[in-house]
C-alpha cells in the first residue's frame, strides 16, 4: 500500500484528514495475567492470530480510487489510519468518513469475536504520517478520546462530528444513510462506532451474520464473569452488554414479521430471522456480582 502522505508533497506537509486511533481495551492488564497463570505462550498465539487477520483486513481494504487513499500504522494493539480527503470542497468528505466508518467497523467486530475489545476516536484536523512518525492535531484529538477512559467504543470527537452533521445536510431524509447505520448515540451524548453493524450488512438478502452476534455474546459473558469481583473493569463489560442488547432488541423491533400478505417474500424471511436476535441478549442481572453475609468462623 502507497502512503498519500509522502505520495503528495516533497517535503512532507500535513493533509486535511480523518484519524481513528484505537488500543486493545486491557492490554497490559491481559499480557500480564497470562503470563503471571504460565499462559504467556497460549496468549501470544491467539494475540497473534487475532491481530494478524484484523491487520490484514484493513491492509487490504480497497476504495473506489486506487491502493494509496489512507495510511496505516500498527504497533501490536495500537493502530492509526490517516485518510486524507480526496475532494473535500465537493463532498465534506463523506465518501472518506464513510470507508474509515466501515473499515474500522470490521475491525471492531472481529477483535471484539476474538475476545479483544477495542477503545479509541475518530477525529479530523491536520495530520501526516510515515514510516517513523505520527503527527497533527487529528492524532491528538484521537488519542485523547481513547484515554479520557470509559467503554470499550470508538467514539467521534467533535471535529469530526462538525464534519458529519455537514455531510447529513446533504439529504432530506438522512435515516438510511451510511451514518446512520454505523453510529449511535450514547447515553451521555457521546456518538460512537455501531461494530456490531457488521452482522446486517448483507440483510435482508443474505440474511444475518449470527456468527458475529454469538460470538459478541459468548466474549462479552466471558468478561462479566471473569471480572465480577472488579467493579471497575466490570463496568465496562456491562456497556458492552448492554450495546449487544440494544442492538439484538432495536434491529428486530425495527424488522418486526409483517402480516400483509402482499411483503415482499425475502424481507419476510428476513424479519422472521431478525426476531431469533431476541435470543442472544445478555441476563445482566443474573451474571451480576450479588452482596453475600459473612461466614462466622
Avoid at 98 to 124: H, N, P, V
Avoid at 145 to 161: C, E
Avoid at 178 to 197: M, P, R, V
Wanted: glycine share 8%.
Amino acid at each position: 500500500m502507497k502512503n498519500p502522505y509522502t505520495e503528495s508533497s516533497d517535503p512532507p506537509r500535513m493533509l486535511p484528514s480523518f484519524v481513528c486511533y484505537s488500543d486493545i481495551l486491557g492490554y497490559s492488564q491481559l499480557s500480564e495475567a497470562a503470563i503471571t497463570a504460565g499462559n504467556g505462550h497460549d496468549f501470544l498465539q491467539r494475540l497473534r492470530q487475532a491481530l494478524s487477520k484484523a491487520y490484514e483486513n484493513v491492509r487490504d481494504h480497497s476504495g473506489d480510487r486506487d491502493d494509496s487513499f489512507y495510511a496505516v500504522k500498527v504497533f501490536t494493539d495500537n493502530i492509526v489510519i490517516g485518510y486524507p480527503l480526496y475532494k473535500p470542497k465537493f463532498d465534506q468528505g463523506e465518501p472518506d468518513f464513510g470507508d474509515i466508518l466501515t473499515t474500522f467497523s470490521e475491525l471492531q467486530a472481529g477483535l471484539a469475536m476474538d475476545g479483544f475489545f477495542l477503545r479509541g476516536g475518530i477525529a479530523f484536523g491536520e495530520h501526516y504520517m510515515d514510516d517513523d512518525i505520527v503527527f497533527g492535531n487529528a492524532l491528538l484529538e484521537a488519542v485523547a478520546q481513547d484515554k479520557a477512559g470509559g467503554p470499550p467504543r470508538i467514539s467521534i470527537a467533535s471535529s469530526a462530528v462538525e464534519k458529519l452533521e455537514l455531510q447529513l445536510g446533504f439529504y432530506t431524509d438522512d435515516c438510511w444513510t451510511l451514518q446512520q447505520e454505523y453510529l449511535l448515540k450514547d447515553a451521555d451524548g457521546t456518538i460512537f462506532l455501531n461494530y456490531l453493524n457488521e452482522a446486517f450488512y448483507v440483510f435482508p438478502d443474505g440474511g444475518i451474520l449470527f456468527e458475529i452476534i454469538e460470538k459478541h455474546q459468548l466474549a462479552v459473558v466471558e468478561g462479566l464473569k471473569e471480572y465480577k469481583g472488579n467493579p471497575g473493569v466490570r463496568a465496562k463489560f456491562e456497556w458492552a452488554a448492554r450495546y449487544h442488547n440494544f442492538i439484538c432488541q432495536e434491529f428486530a423491533d425495527r424488522h418486526s414479521v409483517p402480516t400483509s400478505p402482499d411483503v415482499d417474500e425475502v424481507y419476510a424471511a428476513g424479519a422472521a430471522l431478525a426476531q431469533k436476535l431476541l435470543d442472544y441478549r445478555i441476563d445482566i442481572e443474573a451474571l451480576a456480582a450479588k452482596p453475600s453475609r459473612i461466614a462466622l468462623l
